[in-house]
């Protein structure tokens, strides 16, 4: 006779083996690893919650503290490798196989253990590609997670930064899965409940706040002439012609720029209220002077960010926020309003082909992905209209059609050097060698050429969508490539064809000077400006505080 | 200046007005309409929980008994229009504009309604791609959801049905909307906490235990030797070559046929432990005798299945179950789950073109969408490989490439005539002619063609992957399609060059003897078959019993 209920069984066994360092739920900071040992067993499929910004390093250190002699094979099945202590698991044999989405400062060591043969790479995943698996074929064992707070009981409060926790706990507590949670504190009274007690087995006061990494956060000192420039082609070239109203911004300084614009070039186009009124979008702060002039409506957020708290919970009306006030965010439904509820993603990339394939994996560095792939593709399953994605989807086709379909608008903004001077548009992306290199499945392409729509450079924009051959497509990209070793083999006759159809638009084109192209058209000039645009409310973190 | 937070100010003056109706949170039965009349207000966008299974019909009851002439203007935002209420709204004149999922029953009523120019169609979507906007441009003002319990704090036990819950919650109680909750029971303490108590402003234990519809039933005794027939090809043909192992099941006899040959004609194949093993699906009693026979790993559902707790809740290894021991659903992260981690999506429709376009929208029926367009699309964000999705993205390129793809499996399994003896393969969908009538943006479609990768019919397998022109996926196309019009319109000798390169597929390409397909193969032949597997564990609601 079959046994089915055997997780429950093992479940059972594993809370017994941990119940004499536990007081009700809660376990003492010097039990951490007694309790992990506890807990987890060789082989499990362990989630170390993290992700691009918030981090349980507390238990990631009590993790990879244990005796690799006693727990090993385990494998890693989780949003960020990203500290110090993730790599450890590997590096000390604590963990073999690695299933993840987003590398971050840990890109360069995670391509050397790979090539060192100590991680088994299953596959880098977009973040809720990676969550829908821990329903289906990767559920974790056990849950190491962070919260703020914690009652007796073990209700959780995650403040700001919900992120990835009720879809981890979720996919963990209702499989006969163990969650321990190290939270900053435990209260009599948490204020407001985001995880119930029922889901979490075991919670510990950590000996410091969870790590939060302010990874939204550009200062606009750093935002250059060149980005400005690219900013307002961006504006007055697609969100106005598109009106584009809901949309997420990629992190970095060109879409910084457009967000800093938006009170003083946007307001000059006429385009307040018409274009970017609804957002699935991290607290940026350099969004602060556009939501003070009345630009934005609402804001749903994968995350928080770093200083933001007390100017979002003066701004209920604009940030989702529970009724203790503070805000509430969710990796998981705002990757979804990403891909399905937004009308364009805009975001800068690494690498580009002539394809128009996009990477961030350059050679000895496995960047992940993040949520980029998700809203930077084409939502096929997506069966309402809106201005924008059906405009974008008209230019997509010939002439007339029984069958009308959308688009959503993918905009790659880059510059045609990047850091180093090293050429962004290239012949080949270097993720397809290093994808030969290291045996890979698939050569890591952030977003494929099929669904980027617009490139943005600061020779102008490429509307792909108008392109109706590859070699016009490779045309398109050549003819805004610059100086690069791409944009200089162009073919200038087939560029300027291009040109004259709308294909390719220069700022003269959108009847911008780029002379006009200063910093003045900043909003904000300084993380100063934009913590007084706040009226004192945004806190910057103390590395962004130079006044 | 500004105010930043009328939202809450309204969100109290709303709780102000109803506090005099509630002990606590709880409000009486009789109070029902009056605290209705008390939160919601002319204009206000309400989200009534309901999808293709679960109701909150009492409070759809008391919403529809208000005074139109106080409360009007209504946006319904919500995943079903299914109750006679619901419609009730949009002719007495309190509801106004519509974005909804799914209309089942109500079908052909929603059609009159909006041609009488009653409803104001926003648009019809997929399930999670409305959730998507719950959080964009759609969030709910008040949402009126159901549960199974709550105690009096308003924490809520939603049990098996636990579906759309999470989700419409999250979007209304953290953007200062008003929760009222249905339950069926008061008690002193939940089995668990599904929905904590913050995120709930008001319970009422309702007259009557909330509607649940057993949609996802399938009585043996009906499965026909032609959809026997037609499973066969589905395995041998598409589930063997390609080892689909993660899946999700549309609803239909098709699809239940191969539920039932699993354990008889799939174990002839060898099969067992190499498909179908991880699933994205509701828990559909057709499925049991596979289970039992050691063929499934894990389940992960998107709601429940009326008569099926006490067995899920005894084989806790295959599905999600909380430490109280029922099962736990969640659409959107069953959804989720459908788009990003399955490597097939199989189900029935009843129209397609010659371009392979599907649609249930037939003259004068909207049917809504659910969630197959979601399921049925190719996810372009996706990054991880499997056997089936990697030999699916080789067969849709010639040759070999840099950038190796992979493609999702989306097959469409029909007979080629449907009730009536209607011809499912047409010249052009139903769709078209309706959408031009009512003045839709979009033909309703429900899958693309271009992300259809087979069409099953009794008369062979076509694999549009293989096809190269849009000539060629027409004649496949016609090629299965039967003595309906438009398989007598085939060019025969086109369609024998494509049998040659087997995109077409008859039965005897595949060693499949026709005179086999009896329901001698089926491991169950009735109702009373599947209890009977279940070990008594599965109690089929009244409506299926008839031993």
Redesign the interface.
Known sequence: M???????EERQSRLNAAAHLAKGKVVAVADAQALIEAVVRSGDRVCLEGDNQKQADFLADALAAVDPATINNLHVVQSGVVLQAHLDLFEKGIARKL?FSYAGPQSHAIARALSAGQIEL?????Y??L???Y???L?PNVALIAAVKADRDG?LYTGPNTEDT??IV??T????GIVVAQVNEIVDRVP???I???MIDFVIAADRPFYVEPLFTRDPASVTETQILMAMMALKGIYAPYGV??LNHGIGFPTAAIELILPTYGESLGLKGKVAT???LNPHPTLIPAIES?WVE?I?SFGSEVGMDAYMQ?????Y?????GTL?S?R???Q??G????DMFIGSTLQIDLQG?SSTFTSGRIAG?GGA?????????????SKAW?TAGREAVDGPT?????RKLVVQMVETFGEKLVPTFVE?LDS?KMAEELDL?????MI?GD?VSHIVTEEGIANLLLCRTAAEREQAIRGIAGFTPVGRARDRAAVEALRARGVIRRPEDLGIDPLMATRQLLAAHSIEDLASWSGGLYVPPSKFRNW
């Not at 891909?339 to 937004?342: H, Q, T, V």
Request: aromatic letters at 10%; hydrophobic letters at 35%; a positive charge.
């Open positions: 079959r046994v089915w209920n055997t997780q429950r299933d299953g596959a880098v995943h977009t809720i590609e969550f829908a698996r329903f289906v074929d559920t209700n009720p879809t979720e996919a507590a209702f499989k006969s407001r409940v985001d119930p007690a029922d109203q809901r609804h957002w699935a009345g609402q749903h003066a701004r209920s009306d604009i989702f926020t529970g009724h203790d509430r969710n998981l439904m705002c979804t309003a891909l399905y509820a937004c394939n992905f792939p998700n809203m930077g593709s084409d939502a096929r399953g997506r069966r309402h209209a059906l029984s069958l009308t379909r959308g080949e397809v499945a698939l050569a890591p392409v494929y669904d």
